[in-house]
């Protein structure tokens, strides 16, 4: 079975219909609305980096509003910048996995779908995370759990484009938090002004809603558009901004 997320990623409006969330059992489209203080809350999450220029960027927007956020990386990028994706964990954000080579699992052979979702995991682990497989083959019990157990997550998930078959989304739920999203900013497409985007997000952002961006050369100008007037924004409306 292939899930039709062609309305999520091509439709005008920016929040995924409700009918789809059972068809993706078990995935994670919504926070918490509120963080432990009572303060509504926002989960930014960014797709496709880290590169060079744009997520440097981003850290530093974010940085200025003491914000937390989610990276969901490409293996590729990871393994080419990974000194930016210890930058992003060391200012206090989550990296996820975004597959290796940003695959799609409509068109990919399942088996070499998954092994593009493990081939990002082992770069997450060993290039950024610092858990070299071969070490922990050596240790047992408690030193063993010490090492693969960082202070970040690293099962966090999303499938590129949302898309996904119920064979994979089978598999992977039994290793990962699968995150979809609840908001789309479509600041991929080119087609929509940034002003149009900003409009379109303001008027669908709640409490608790997982915000889909991206730190890509393709989204870049909407991006920095969007993002410091959406941190702003919120943050003046007392809003605070968490890593998942």
Known sequence: MIFNSYFIINSPLTRPPAWLRPIFSGSEWRG?????????????????????????????????????????????????????????????????????????????????????????????SKEVMGLAGNEVSRLSGEEATAVVTPPHPTNLFRPPYGRLTWPVLRQLRAEYRVIMWSLLTRDYDRDLSPERALRLTLAATRPGDIVVLHDSQKASRSLRFLLPRLLAHYGDLGYEFAAL
């Open 32 to 124: 918490a609305p509120t963080g432990p203080t009572g303060r509504p809350r926002l989960y930014l999450t960014f797709d496709d980096g880290p590169i060079p220029d744009e997520t440097p960027w981003v850290l530093e927007q974010l940085a200025a509003h003491q914000a937390r956020a989610t990276f969901f990386c490409v293996g590729d990028n990871l393994g080419r910048h990974p000194a930016i994706a210890r930058a992003a964990l060391a200012a206090g954000h989550r990296l996820g996995n975004h597959t290796q080579h940003h695959r799609s699992a409509w068109n990919t052979p399942r088996a070499a779908y998954l092994a593009d979702v493990a081939a990002c995991q082992r770069v997450l």
